[in-house]
């Protein structure tokens, strides 16, 4: 994940293409650090953003983000 200038946003690249973040999808990244697991990601983006009942987005997100090799 990288700071892209032109676009003002956050973008994974890969050698098919590029993929343009928003700013949940990179807040959750941030957090694949590997000191957080799943439900530490969740308690703490619930923290921050003052929001329950994030899960379902937060964990869907996840599994794409595995499936597709961003995070391990």
Not at 5 to 15: A, F, R, S, W
Not at 17 to 29: A, Y
């Amino acid at each position: 994940m990288q700071w892209e200038e032109t676009q003002k946003k956050h973008v994974i690249l890969y050698p098919e293409g590029i993929v343009e973040l928003n700013v949940p999808s990179t807040e959750i990244l941030k957090l694949c650090d590997g000191a957080h697991n799943a439900e530490e990601i969740l308690a703490e983006l619930e923290a921050k953003f003052n929001q329950t009942g994030l899960k379902n987005d937060i964990f869907s997100f996840l599994e794409v983000a595995i499936e597709n090799g961003w995070v391990s």
